[in-house]
């Protein structure tokens, strides 16, 4: 893999603050549901921005290696490890049925909209199973400046409509550090995988 990104020095004014905001967050020593919540408020910010929605628009259209989904790498926190990721998702896509693991997950809409829908476990299984019997608890629709706040080990899927979704990522950790789960719904059947390939990308002026 490339060098991952690990500075501000380039990076667009407003997601440079944010890093900076999110950092602060951490060496303020706040347990880490605290820490996503109040970051929800400075992503917000982030998505209104208008050097980024510029810099959207020049992102690549479709984001994959060997067929597997990727993920821009704009930033990895060298002290604290949260991540800045962006995904784009051609027309139609509908995702598999999935957690993010350990992870925590701030997912922001730049363009395009999706519905996101929700599951609980109706089983007693261990984090990582082999198995797994779900229920749907719900959906909603995400446009653009809305953030989707997605706690470790929460199961969700993502439809996206007749047009292309652009959507900015905050991680607690990148993708490839921890282990997701997939979701069968209708044999009940649980893999394991490593997320989405990491792609370095400058998110600079």
């Known amino acids: 893999m490339k060098q991952i990104p690990s500075s501000t020095a380039d990076m667009l004014p407003a ?13 303020a020593g706040q347990d880490e549901a605290r820490i996503w919540e109040s970051a929800c408020v400075y992503f917000r910010e982030l998505l209104e921005d208008r050097d980024l929605k510029r810099h959207a628009s020049t992102w690549p259209k479709s984001l994959s290696i060997e067929g597997k989904p990727g993920n821009l790498l704009f930033y990895e926190d060298p002290d604290h490890g949260f991540v800045l ?16 693991g350990k992870s925590w997950t701030l997912y922001g809409i730049i363009e395009g909209a ?21 229920v749907e608890t719900g959906s909603h629709d995400v446009s653009p400046g809305y953030i989707d706040f997605v706690p470790p080990w929460e199961i969700h899927q993502e439809h996206n409509t007749n047009q292309k979704t652009v959507g900015l990522i905050v991680r607690s ?3 490839g550090t921890f282990v997701q789960n997939r979701f069968e719904l ?9 997320g989405p390939v990491q792609l370095p990308y400058k998110l600079c002026i």
């Not at 995904?87 to 993010?100: E, M, Q, R, Y």
């Not at 476990?121 to 261990?126: E, I, Q, S, T, V």
């Not at 209708?186 to 490593?194: P, R």
């Open 173 to 175: 950790q990148r993708s």
């Open 114 to 134: 999706e519905k996101v829908v929700r599951f609980d476990r109706l089983d007693a299984g261990p984090r990582v199973p082999e198995t797994a019997q779900l």
């Open 85 to 100: 990721n962006a995904l784009i998702k051609a027309p139609g896509l509908k995702t598999s049925v999935h957690d993010h």
């Open 186 to 194: 209708a044999t009940g059947k649980v893999s394991q995988y490593d």
């Open 15 to 27: 997601a440079a603050a944010f890093v900076e905001r999110l950092r602060a967050l951490f060496d």
